[in-house]
């Protein structure tokens, strides 16, 4: 009896081993951060500086201020994605003011997709999205290595199989 006890200790007091996402989506998104940023700011100054004269297009800097508050969110916000494979349920949690925590019963899962658009595939990442009976708990993972991704979605088609025939 003992022994069973400690078992169940063991696995409920465990810290569930999390994986964080590649640092491939953080680079894709502040690429892009940069990028439409940099070209609202390069607009508004010559606009301005067109047509209101001078002293307007310092204007653009303020485009350029939000490029750096931007540039630390979204490493604060790539920081906080993360998920954990357990025995039974798939963990996923992101968030930095607002943390979110999604789990998602194996046995309930209906639908694993990996997508990659275009932006993505030129980085070399994908999406895994969940798909399960209630929407209220669909869940996606963003900007995984399409290895990891497609290694994913395989585990868990054969976990959500195995554990949706026992009911």
Do not use: K
Not at 26 to 37: P, Q
Not at 111 to 135: D, K, N
């Amino acid at each position: 009896m003992e022994t069973g006890s400690a078992a169940g200790a063991e696995t409920t007091g465990t810290e569930p081993e999390w994986t964080g996402l590649p640092p491939g989506l953080l680079r894709m998104r502040r690429l892009l951060l940069v990028v439409w940023l940099g070209l609202l700011a390069l607009a508004v100054g010559l606009l301005l500086g067109l047509f209101a004269g001078p002293v307007w297009a310092a204007f653009a800097l303020l485009p350029l201020a939000v490029l750096a508050w931007g540039w630390v969110l979204l490493g604060r916000n790539w920081r906080s994605w993360r998920y954990a494979e357990r025995a039974d349920d798939l963990l996923i949690t992101r968030g930095v003011l607002w943390r979110e925590e999604t789990v998602v019963p194996y046995g309930r899962m209906q639908l694993v997709e990996v997508t990659s658009g275009p932006v993505e595939r030129h980085f070399g990442l994908a999406s895994v999205q969940l798909h399960t009976a209630a929407a209220a708990t669909d869940a996606a993972i963003p900007g995984l290595d399409p290895a990891e991704a497609e290694r994913l979605r395989d585990r868990l088609t054969e976990l959500g199989e195995a554990r949706s025939a026992g009911l």
